[in-house]
């Protein structure tokens, strides 16, 4: 079983979601152990919601889901970097591919991406 | 100014350096409200050591500075992701260019990418 460091963050790593094919960064969420294994088990990325207190299946309500593709482990064994397939092509809940859509510019933040969906429609 | 939630991690937020040309990601780290103050002013990633608990100048030791090219922000204003020039072509301090650099293969962990350079050599 591969061995993480949960001590760190009190019961929580962060984990990466990467697009296996293009490379861009879709989001950062947490994992406890429980998380981690559910991912290993089914394939599909499963969080643990901070905000929550709960396992959070990703793509659970939107249906926009993340097969895991790869697993890659840091250095420190601290934080993991899923690579994955993301369904519905958009893993923020804000409707864009990407929750990194707001770029620093000066001292502002300024979107720079496009929406894919429209929240009211996918969270009903 | 571009205001980032701390509070929900004790004061710190988790940034992501990814390479600006392969989208290769390189390393997790953490931020507080100081770092990132840096890291605008200086175009030099700036870390907060959460073992030494002290700002971490990436790079001041091995000269691996990373050059910020882009900083954007999450929707929930608490992560931050860096496009990097990784001066050196190698971020982490075991001698990798990524952090990531072990694969969860069935039960263990496998080392996937090769060295850069000799950590021995370089922190002297």
């Known amino acids: 079983m591969v061995?993480?460091?949960?001590?760190?963050?009190?019961?929580?790593?962060?984990?990466?979601?990467?697009?296996?094919?293009?490379?861009?960064?879709?989001?950062?969420?947490?994992?406890?152990?429980?998380?981690?294994?559910?991912?290993?088990?089914?394939?599909?990325?499963?969080?643990y919601s901070r905000s929550r207190n709960a396992l959070w299946k990703k793509g659970e309500t939107s249906g926009h889901v993340q097969n895991v593709k790869e697993i890659r482990v840091d250095c420190d064994n601290d934080t993991v970097l899923l690579k994955v397939e993301q369904i519905g092509n958009a893993a923020c809940h804000k409707g864009y591919k990407s929750c990194f859509f707001s770029k620093v510019v000066g001292n502002d933040l300024k979107i720079v991406e496009s929406k894919i969906f429209d929240p009211k429609e996918v969270y009903k």
């Open 3 to 47: 061995k993480l460091d949960y001590k760190k963050g009190n019961g929580l790593i962060p984990a990466i979601a990467q697009d296996d094919k293009t490379g861009e960064v879709l989001m950062l969420a947490y994992m406890n152990e429980q998380a981690f294994t559910e991912t290993l088990k089914t394939g599909k990325a499963t969080y």
